[in-house]
């Protein structure tokens, strides 16, 4: 009799168990797929900035449209006292996925007094730009900008360098694998976007947009800068190191400061002097 409510109870038992293993097992694939179907909106957060798009572009730029049937926008600054004859070397400023390229206009601005022209490529569904964003739309549309940007006489595109802010980077190494700058800045850079994934408890595999820099780093040779800011929360300083360490010709600084803003402006000026003694030397001649 024992016998028999034993084997009754180890029967119940593995009913049990293998009911909640299949409730987590569902649990999970459930989970999964909406990490999968909602990923966009968190990779590329444009509902946090498309609210209060400026209606035209600034008067102070030219503008360039790429990206076919999406009418993708790109800002162009010429550098001061550029001309035919005495062209500017460029920075291509890569924005931040919760920016515009209206955010960056200071900054690029500051760059074109110093001589440089400045291109800052959207990202397609930002701002004023049509169609969806996605890691090889963009590639493919900031390649182009680049390339309608370098064919102008006033800019020397031999001498090109990108400049990227969080998500910005990524694109950087990746416009980078197909054409190769004279030197890149990294402002806070993840090592990659699907190694993220995990901590929303999802395999790096789904991601449709990996970005992978820490791959791209392992391919390129040009001088960077990498910049990373010892508090920040989102893409935490250790993912700077360990671009650093796979990099061949890396320079690493770390600031005080979170993701999004540096503590004080010692710091700020510290960051952009650091910067600007940076494209002096690799892109400016001398």
Not at 22 to 34: D, E, G, K, Q, S
Not at 196 to 224: C, K, Q, V, Y
Not at 261 to 279: G, K, N, P, Q
Request: aromatic fraction near 10%; hydrophobic fraction near 45%; proline fraction near 6%.
């Amino acid at each position: 009799m024992n016998d028999k409510n034993d084997r009754k109870k180890r029967s119940r038992n593995r009913s049990l168990a293998g009911s909640i293993l299949y409730i987590l097992v569902i649990t999970c694939l459930v989970w999964w797929f909406l990490v999968s179907y909602f990923q966009e909106r968190f990779i590329f957060p444009r509902f946090l900035v498309n609210a209060n798009v400026p209606a035209t572009a600034p008067v102070d730029v030219d503008v360039l449209i790429v990206g076919g049937d999406a009418k993708v926008e790109a800002f162009l600054l010429p550098g001061a006292g550029s001309s035919s004859s005495n062209p500017a070397p460029m920075i291509v400023i890569l924005h931040g996925n919760a920016e515009l390229i209206d955010d960056r206009l200071d900054m690029a601005r500051r760059f074109a007094s110093l001589g440089y022209a400045v291109l800052l490529p959207e990202y397609r569904g930002y701002g004023r730009s049509g169609g969806s964003p996605g890691q090889e739309v963009i590639r493919e549309d900031v390649l182009e900008a680049i390339e309608r940007a370098t064919a102008r006489a006033d800019v020397d595109g031999d001498r090109v360098g990108y400049y990227g802010v969080s998500i910005g980077t990524a694109v950087a190494a990746d416009v980078a694998l197909r054409r190769s700058p004279a030197c890149m800045v990294f402002i806070v850079p993840p090592a990659s976007i699907s190694g993220f994934a995990w901590s929303f408890g999802a395999p790096p595999f789904l991601i449709r947009h990996p970005f992978r820099t820490d791959l791209a780093l392992a391919e390129l040779s040009m001088p960077i800068l990498i910049c990373s800011n010892a508090q920040d929360e989102v893409v935490p300083a250790e993912q700077a190191r360990s671009l650093h360490e796979i990099a061949d010709n890396s320079t690493l600084l770390e600031f005080e400061g979170r993701h999004n803003f540096l503590f004080d402006e010692s710091e700020e000026d510290r960051r952009r002097t650091s910067i600007e003694e940076f494209c002096s030397k690799h892109l400016l001649p001398p």
